[in-house]
């Protein structure tokens, strides 16, 4: 019996020691994932803080001119995007034999986490079907600035979207906007839109902008028809395993 009550002690005297290792083990975790996200959030506010300077260079000139400058500084460079009243305003960038090429680098071709908005494979800034691809930013940068667009009421606010390129100046309104995902080859009776980047043929055309109407969270009211400028916009989305999400607009004719 008292064997059995000097082990009882002798365990309670380890049990604060046990406390302390463990209560020294959480707080070295907590200050290791504080120091990361203190990292992150000075990198996001880095690449933000180059593409605002970018923007403020298209406001404070005439447009065509702005743009001659910023092509002169990066060939790759080949048109600004933006909505305005909004924080979506940058540039697009486009490398036809590597599109994907710009996915984590800045306008300077440096890494950046956020990259920057590059035109797909199989698409290019004077085409049928311009088709821009870029990161949702959880702090709203890039297309994270783009999401809004899931509410009706927010379209109604901004249902122009502006795609100026050196050789002209586009404004495209919003046709839909919907939630999709990057299906598998089984998956049957789905809307790959990413499959769609060239509308060259009427009958692909009209299935294509049909399907966008069917899968719109909201009636815009406004349709396309063959020969349209088409300006497809496509960023991720955390709705489901490997979501995108989409807003198609079609040039607007005088």
């Known amino acids: 019996m008292s064997e059995q009550i000097e082990d009882k002690k002798q365990h309670k005297s380890k049990r604060p020691l046990v406390w302390v290792l463990l209560l020294t083990l959480?707080?070295?975790v907590?200050?290791?994932?504080?120091?990361?996200?203190?990292?992150q959030l000075s990198v996001e506010q880095k690449e933000k803080q180059a593409n605002d300077r970018l923007a403020a260079l298209v406001r404070q000139r005439e447009p065509i001119s702005a743009?001659?400058?910023?092509?002169?500084?990066?060939?790759?460079?080949?048109?600004?995007?933006?909505?305005?009243?909004?924080?979506?305003?940058?540039?697009?960038?486009?490398?036809p034999d590597d599109p994907e090429y710009y996915l984590h680098r800045g306008f300077d071709k440096a890494y950046a986490a956020s990259?920057?908005?590059?035109?797909?494979?199989?698409?290019?800034?004077?085409?049928?079907?311009?088709?821009i691809y870029g990161?949702?930013?959880?702090?709203?940068?890039?297309?994270g600035a783009l999401m809004p667009y899931a509410k009706k009421s927010y379209w109604q606010e901004?249902?122009?979207?502006?795609?100026?390129t050196v050789a002209s100046a586009g404004e495209y309104e919003v046709i839909g906007a919907f939630y999709s995902r990057v299906y598998t080859d089984a998956d049957e009776g789905v809307f790959r839109y990413y499959r769609y980047a060239d509308l060259t043929n009427e009958?692909?055309?009209?299935?294509?902008?049909?399907?966008?109407?069917?899968?719109?969270?909201?009636?815009?009211?406004?349709?396309a028809v063959y020969g349209d400028q088409i300006l497809t916009l496509s960023t991720c989305s955390y709705?489901?395993?490997?979501?995108r999400f989409v807003v198609v607009a079609r040039r607007k004719t005088e």
């Not at 990259?115 to 088709?131: K, R, T, Y």
Request: proline share 4%; hydrophobic share 40%; aromatic share 12%.
């Open 158 to 164: 901004h249902p122009l979207i502006s795609f100026y």
């Open 30 to 39: 907590f200050l290791g994932s504080g120091a990361v996200l203190v990292k």
């Open 26 to 28: 959480c707080g070295a």
């Open 203 to 223: 009958q692909k055309f009209n299935q294509y902008i049909r399907q966008v109407k069917a899968a719109s969270l909201y009636d815009t009211g406004v349709t």
């Open 67 to 95: 743009l001659k400058l910023l092509a002169g500084q990066n060939p790759d460079f080949a048109g600004w995007l933006s909505v305005a009243g909004t924080d979506l305003s940058y540039p697009v960038m486009y490398t």
């Open 239 to 243: 709705h489901t395993d490997d979501g």
């Open 135 to 143: 990161h949702n930013m959880k702090n709203g940068t890039m297309f």
């Open 115 to 131: 990259g920057c908005l590059f035109i797909g494979e199989g698409s290019s800034p004077d085409s049928s079907h311009v088709v």
